[in-house]
């Protein structure tokens, strides 16, 4: 720790420098009997070194805005305030006193590592609606966390108190999803104790022909339980699949949007607590509608050319079937165990020519 104490300028001038984290340190400072309480007020907050928030957020997370009175403890209590979120690996400040008021200035060092946040259930608000008046009330909230601190669980009592505001019933949680090799890769929250049931579906943006079928996929999702994880499913292995087998091979979905209904009494079971209903909406892009350029086999040294283009129903000219393709090279790679080679893999390399609207197989 080290003081420092200038010379009388201007009347007084005091200069301190306080690393605060990762290990708190006190001490005192003397010689300021004889300050006016005008010497107190913060008229300057500066925020050094973070790349990840602003100099705004950091400043409404120390609870120490312009204007507010404050001395040495207050700006301990905010440093350690700032360190115990986890947001940051350092923090120190430094502070002038001068009978204009205090100029405070903030060091930190974002901590290494932060996560994207997910929302699995919260179906009764629109996800931007939950990120703003989580950010409204969490001025570290971007929509990444740190790997370790409080946020986690500031965010777990802003959800909750939202709930209880709207008077949803329910009690939030939240898991720390981890890959393979146990990497922490993002953080999600659900609501426990409330059962959440798909309604209905549209697909604005899809064609007449695709409509028909995807409502026969959707048609398994009524009366089942919603989350997110359960919509990106549907979407990857039941919409998109739609478009990809009428040649838009580069369709996409935007990410399911629920909305809470209202439903007929018949439909509601007699438990104490009855289910949420929700109208889920797959907002779609087809894109270009893609026919075959050309075919180009290479490698093939076991089998003909011959024999393996026979797999090959689809011709140059017909529309991109990229599901009915990779059933069909799937039995090339069958054709190839027969003959020993147990471990062949097919690989198909795609070159696009959008103002042809055409794709040659590689």
Known sequence: MRRLIAGPVAGF?????????????????????????????????????????????????????????????????????????????????????????????????????????????????????????????????????????????????????????????????????????GKLESIEYNVAGVSIRIHHTEFPGAGSRELPLLADAAEKLYGREYSRAYMNNFVEKSVLPIFHAQGYLKASCAPASPKVVKVAASVVNGNDQPPTFVDITFPVTPGVQYKISSWKWSGNKAIPLEALQAFLHLKVGQIANTVQLGEELRKVQQLYGTHGYILASVRVEAAFDDAAQTVAYL
């Open 13 to 181: 001038l005091m200069v301190g420098l306080w690393p605060v984290f990762p290990s708190a340190q006190s001490g005192s400072v003397t010689g300021t009997s004889q300050m006016p309480p005008s010497a107190y007020k913060l008229i300057e907050v500066k925020v050094t070194g973070s790349k990840h928030f602003t100099p705004d957020q950091i400043t409404r997370a120390s609870g120490l805005p312009v204007g507010t009175l404050a001395h040495q403890e207050d700006f301990q209590k905010a440093a350690r305030q700032l360190g115990e979120s986890g947001a940051f690996s350092n923090i120190a400040f430094t502070y002038t006193y001068s009978a204009a008021g205090t100029k405070l200035e903030f060091q930190v060092t974002d901590a290494n590592k932060f996560v994207p946040v997910l929302f699995a259930d919260f179906v009764w608000f629109r996800e931007e609606e939950l990120r703003r008046r989580l950010q409204e009330r969490i001025p570290l909230f971007n929509g990444q966390l740190p790997t370790s601190g409080r946020l986690a669980d500031e965010v777990s009592n802003v959800l909750q108190a939202m709930l209880v505001e709207d008077a949803v019933p329910g009690e939030v949680q939240y898991v720390r999803n981890e890959d393979k090799s």
